[in-house]
């Protein structure tokens, strides 16, 4: 096989492939052995005629297209091994400049990964937002663990108040007429919650255990029953039990049950201690992509659209895999939505855009650095990731899915760039 090639504007190349007589003829001689069972041939059994006659009967270029589907991916292939620092992003456009039972040729033209022009990466000023914790801070944490940890006991020496949690029965009508789905028996309602209809919760307040009450409201104008909407109703509420939450003491028990802690002064500057590391790995986080930011808009790269609509096409994807673990289909949000998959990939458009720019930067920084990742690298990652699990590392490795490895590599790179950014720039 020969080949030519030219290097054209917006990073497109054209390929100019000669496949060798040989290379051709053996093609040919495959099609006829995979498509012979489709001819019959009078004087053969079907699938048996030779390849002269079939030829004889419907012409030398019977067997053109099936060679061709043989030998243009083997030989394009072939040609980008003898190209490693080309990068097509597309399918070629291929044209035939000639054939024959003997001679194949053809070109071939595909978009390329974009030229980077990066610019200043260094030397640039980053602010880090410093993290502080309040004592409010920590009991505002404590208060909400205190609260999870919280439990319901009954109370009948009371009116049922505001942070109740009431078991009613109720049937609701308007104009004297029960309406589908305005009846329920012991139905639990925490009071003050907003759940029902305005009103509702308000008329519950103040009612005390076995008493019964009707309670009027009115449905809000633009409520999802049309039939309902704007109406005045009456609701036949009788209270059977309250219940309040009672919430532990901030004391050495409660630390014992909610922690490792014997003393609550231990629990306590934990609290403080995860509270702090939480908001600096947040302050690190919102400095890397401020930097990785002002990186990518510093540099310029003309991003062929075809990359633009692969990454948006992922996107729209991605949107539907989420929607299937929530047990609903894509169709079926097109339908209830009003949307078209065309739509949303017009909306994820500019996004993705963003997107491979920001990849194709940090890609052609990763080689101007000439950055690498070590396999003490990877093991800062699986260490990590070993630790989640309560493993030692080399307990890890022995189960490690090596499935996994590209992610690993991935996330020990994008630490290296980090670290290098951050060394090359000033963080204040």
């Known amino acids: 096989m020969n080949y030519t090639k030219e290097l054209l504007e917006n990073d497109r190349v054209k390929f100019t492939v000669e496949v060798d007589e040989e290379q051709w003829k053996q093609a040919l001689q495959e099609a006829y052995i995979k498509t012979k069972g489709k001819f019959n041939i009078p004087g053969f059994r079907k699938g048996h005629a030779p390849r002269a006659f079939i030829e004889r009967m419907y012409g030398t270029a019977i067997f053109y297209d099936d060679a061709m589907d043989i030998v243009l991916p083997k030989s394009y292939n072939e040609v980008l091994d003898k190209e490693p620092d080309l990068f097509p ?24 990964k974009p030229t980077v022009k990066l610019g200043q990466y260094s030397g640039l000023e980053f602010t880090q937002d410093k993290v502080k914790v309040s004592k409010e801070d920590v009991e505002s944490e404590i208060k909400s663990a205190r609260d999870n940890a919280g439990w319901w006991e009954e109370v009948s020496d009371r009116p049922a108040q505001n942070g109740d949690k009431v078991k009613i029965d109720y049937s609701g009508s308007v104009d004297g007429v029960k309406f589908d789905g305005g009846t329920a028996e012991d139905y639990e309602l925490t009071l003050g919650s907003g759940t029902f209809i305005p009103g509702f919760e308000d008329g519950v307040v103040g009612m005390n255990v076995g008493e019964s009450k009707d309670v009027e409201v009115t449905f809000p104008a633009e409520y999802h029953a049309d039939n309902l909407a704007g109406k005045a109703a009456v609701f036949a509420v009788k209270v059977k039990a309250i219940t309040v939450k009672k919430i532990p003491e901030a004391d050495d028990e409660f630390a014992k049950d909610v922690s490792e802690f014997d003393t609550f002064k231990e629990y306590e500057a934990d609290v403080k201690e995860k509270i702090k590391q939480r908001r600096e790995d947040q302050a690190k986080a919102k400095l890397e992509q401020e930097m990785v930011k002002k990186v990518v808009e510093n540099s310029e790269v003309k991003i062929p659209q075809c990359m633009i609509d692969e990454e948006a096409e992922e996107m729209v994807n991605e949107f539907g895999y989420r929607l299937s673990y929530q047990g609903l289909n894509i169709e079926d949000y097109y339908k209830y939505t009003g949307t078209t998959k065309e739509k949303m990939l017009g909306d994820y458009a500019e996004r993705a855009a963003e997107s491979v720019k920001t990849r194709l930067v940090l890609e052609a920084l990763i080689k101007e650095a000439k950055l690498e990742v070590t396999d003490k690298d990877t093991d800062s990652v699986l260490k990590e990731m070993a630790e989640k699990e309560n493993k030692t590392l080399e307990e890890y490795k022995k189960d490690f899915n090596e499935h996994y490895m590209a992610y690993v590599r991935n996330e020990a790179m994008t630490r290296n760039l980090m670290k290098y950014l951050k060394t090359s720039n000033t963080v204040k």
């Open 89 to 112: 992003v597309d399918r070629p456009d291929v044209k035939i400049s000639a054939i024959s039972d003997s001679t194949f040729k053809y070109t071939a033209e595909v978009q390329l």
